[in-house]
């Protein structure tokens, strides 16, 4: 494996949660007011994707498929370490469930080149479904290796633990192959300063940036729309309800002296009740 | 505009009614609590159509599982059994699933597994084989109409009457969602462990048990399992305790499980638990894991020390009676779930709280050890 691994990650752009802009007061998202992030679980993925080409050489293209906006994920991905990526941005996707995006993703793929290794996330935090990795697995016909939380490459094979029910699995792969990535791996580390630099320097000019960030559509990869967005989706959203917060409201003890928010506990707990006697 | 009262196309040919199929789960011949659930939700749903509740298992010698299945409410048992079973490996047994519905006259109405690792490994591969539908991690289920008026497909505008909703959390599990996939069968889901209500074992329920052949392909050992390690728990009675104490990452290192555990030692049949960061920290051993992949409980009291409230540790303790979380960071989730959040340093908040308990034991109370105002 001289010229090295061909290594892929993917990448999604999702609202950020945490920031309250663009949460309507039905619960539902208005993504254009949102704030934006990279998904937190494809930290890992990135780490990961950047582990292996530390470790074993080789060469790290970033997959996103999402609106424009997503250009910035990518761009992270790229101050990262990253080589260069690609985002596949097209009206004709917008309500896809996770087999219309594994299938125009699985073409992007195809389009990008032939990976030896491809990394994605566990999940979403708004698709949520853990599904688009191992449906994506499917259509590229690869092993897989999801809920991974550590592995090492020797020659052509892939030695990685991943969670079970109570406990672990030691499985040894050969690649090409799709891990997912648990968030119990690596955190991703600090960007270097080389990195940002490099990526300032490049997002100043438009040309230079093109060559590192290459946006493409179902066309040029030659993904066939009816397969994809509304159309090529098995599944449909019927309905949404607003839920409370399990467990209700939660009585929040701060701003006091440690001793007399735990005096306010034990008493409005009754904690003595449970004691032993 | 054509007036589709008057010209609907025919719809029923989508999702008739049929069977619904159990995909059972066993870890080295340790049959998994949540295909006993799915045995009690997949019931009802085939009830509620009059149709049969089959389920397909797979491994290596089986013993009583078979029956075992029958009795916890299946009509018929498939059993796919060889050496190559014996651990779950993905492309085996997406093989001898996607053959199995192959050589079925028509497929199932409806597909379940667990929303366990081995369930969201192999569903989602299944549900791309076959290009149907599939809904991750759902909390409900249920059989009911859909009428679908959309007009970008014309020919699927129409009264669907057996659809398989499928309910589940979704943006951050502040919102419901009703899924459907009615155009094709069959429908899939796959639910969350410790959700669903088996039927009590019947050792009387008769049933067919059913041998399916199992033909592997070279390329379906690409990947080969090593070791599978499953730490089953011995001496932590973590399910029966009334009152667990749990410590997360937020303890600093394993010093802090001495302090829960002289805490856990004021209450009456209480237990020390953990999340699953400091287990693979090495600050505890597995057994004291709560969540997902460790233990479910539901004590009457739970004091989470120090613990997020990440969606993999909450599924396994969010039923709990009363719960306390320590946190010092106010915006924590675990303060979304929890009845009473105190936001300090978790060392001192339980060193204190050991303080009054021994307080109130001696009968001095808690005054005697809290300043007043
Ligand atoms: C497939 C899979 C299965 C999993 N199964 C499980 C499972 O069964 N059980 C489980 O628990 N996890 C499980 N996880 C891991 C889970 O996602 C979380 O990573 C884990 O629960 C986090 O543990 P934690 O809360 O201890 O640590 P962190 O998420 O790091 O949280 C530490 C918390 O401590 C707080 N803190 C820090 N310092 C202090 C202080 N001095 N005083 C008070 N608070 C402080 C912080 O604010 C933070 O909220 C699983 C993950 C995957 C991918
Ligand atoms: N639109 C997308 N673009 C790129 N990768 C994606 C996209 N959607 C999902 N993924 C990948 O699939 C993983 C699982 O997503 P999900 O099935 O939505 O929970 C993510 O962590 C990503 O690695």
């Known amino acids: 494996m001289s010229s090295g691994l061909n290594i892929f990650v993917l990448v999604k752009q999702v609202p950020d949660q945490g920031s309250k802009a663009g949460i309507n007061p039905d619960g ?28 074993y050489g080789g060469k790290v293209s970033a997959i996103s498929m999402g609106p424009p906006p997503a250009v910035e994920i990518l761009l992270e991905c790229l101050e990262h370490g990253v080589d260069d990526a690609y985002l596949l941005s097209d009206r004709r996707l917008a309500a896809s469930d996770t087999l219309a995006t594994a299938f125009a993703l699985f073409k992007t793929v195809a389009h990008v080149g032939k990976p030896d290794l491809v990394f994605c996330g566990l999940q979403t935090t708004d698709g949520d479904t853990a599904q688009v990795g191992p449906q994506l697995a ?11 939380e550590d592995f ?37 580390e600090y960007k270097s300063f080389r990195g940002a630099w490099r990526v300032q320097r490049l997002a100043r000019n438009e040309e230079e940036l093109k060559k590192y960030i290459h946006t493409v559509d179902l066309d040029l990869v030659g993904a066939d729309p009816e397969r994809t967005g509304l159309k090529g989706s098995p599944t449909i959203v019927a309905a949404t309800e607003k839920v409370g917060e399990i467990g209700g409201n939660c009585r929040m003890h701060e701003g006091q002296s440690i001793d007399h928010l735990v005096k306010d506990v034990v008493k409005e707990t009754n904690l003595a009740q449970f004691m032993t006697v | 505009m054509t007036d589709n009262q008057e010209t609907q196309p025919d719809v029923s040919q989508f999702c008739p009614k049929g069977d619904v199929l159990v995909i059972g789960e ?36 089986l013993g009583d599982i078979p029956q075992r299945l029958i009795e916890y409410g299946a009509d018929e048992v498939f059993v796919a059994d060889s050496p190559e079973l014996h651990v779950y490996r993905t492309l085996p047994y997406r093989r001898v699933v996607c053959d199995f519905l192959d050589s079925l006259s028509a497929p199932p109405h409806t597909c379940l597994l667990g929303s366990t690792t ?3 490994d192999l569903a989602p591969r299944i ?39 499928a309910i589940r959390p979704s943006f ?20 969350r462990p410790g959700v669903m209500v088996p039927n009590k074992q019947d050792p009387n329920r008769q049933g067919k048990i059913t041998p399916i052949p199992v033909n592997l392909k070279q390329e379906d050992f690409r990947l080969i399992v090593a070791d599978t390690v499953r730490e089953i728990s011995k001496g932590v009675k973590l399910t029966e305790a009334d009152v667990i104490v749990a410590g997360g990452f937020g303890l600093g290192g394993p010093e802090g499980f001495d302090l829960l555990r002289e805490l856990a030692a ?38 989470a020390a120090g613990i997020s409230g990440a969606i993999q540790h909450r599924v396994g303790m969010s039923k709990s009676g009363i719960i306390i979380a320590i946190n010092k960071d106010p915006d924590s989730p675990i303060f979304k779930f929890a009845h009473h959040g105190i936001v300090g340093d978790c060392n001192q908040v339980i060193s204190e709280m050991i303080k009054q308990l021994k307080a109130v034991k001696s009968g001095k109370g808690v005054e005697a050890v809290v300043g007043s105002h």
């Open chain 1, 28 to 55: 539902t998202i208005d993504r254009a007011k949102a704030k934006r992030m990279l998904n937190p679980f494809d930290r890992f993925a990135l780490q990961a994707a950047l582990h292996a080409k530390k470790n």
């Open chain 1, 138 to 148: 499917e259509r590229m016909g690869l092993p897989q290796i999801t809920y991974c």
């Open chain 1, 152 to 188: 090492s490459i020797e020659g052509n094979k892939v030695h990685g633990r991943r969670i079970i029910e109570g406990g672990y699995q030691k499985v040894v792969s050969e690649m090409p192959l799709l891990i997912t990535v648990a968030n119990s791996y690596h955190p991703l």
């Open chain 2, 26 to 61: 066993q870890i080295l011949g340790d049959l998994q609590p949540v295909t006993l659930e799915l045995l009690g939700a997949g019931r009802i749903l085939a009830d509620k159509m009059g149709q049969p509740l089959k389920c397909l298992i797979m491994g290596h010698n």
């Open chain 2, 118 to 120: 081995t369930g969201r």
């Open chain 2, 127 to 165: 549900a791309a084989h076959f290009e149907t539908g599939l809904t991750a991690d759902c909390t409900e289920l249920d059989i009911g109409p859909y009428e679908h008026k959309s007009k970008v497909d014309p020919t699927k505008i129409g009264l669907y009457p057996n659809c398989l909703y």
């Open chain 2, 172 to 191: 951050g599990e502040s919102l419901k969602a009703r899924i459907l996939g009615p155009w094709k069968n069959p429908q899939m889901a796959t639910t």
């Open chain 2, 266 to 303: 004021q209450f009456e049949n209480s237990a020390v638990a953990a999340s699953r960061k400091v287990v693979d920290l090495g600050w505890i051993p597995y057994q004291h894991q709560v969540g997902q992949t460790g233990k479910t409980v539901r004590p009457k009291l739970y004091i």
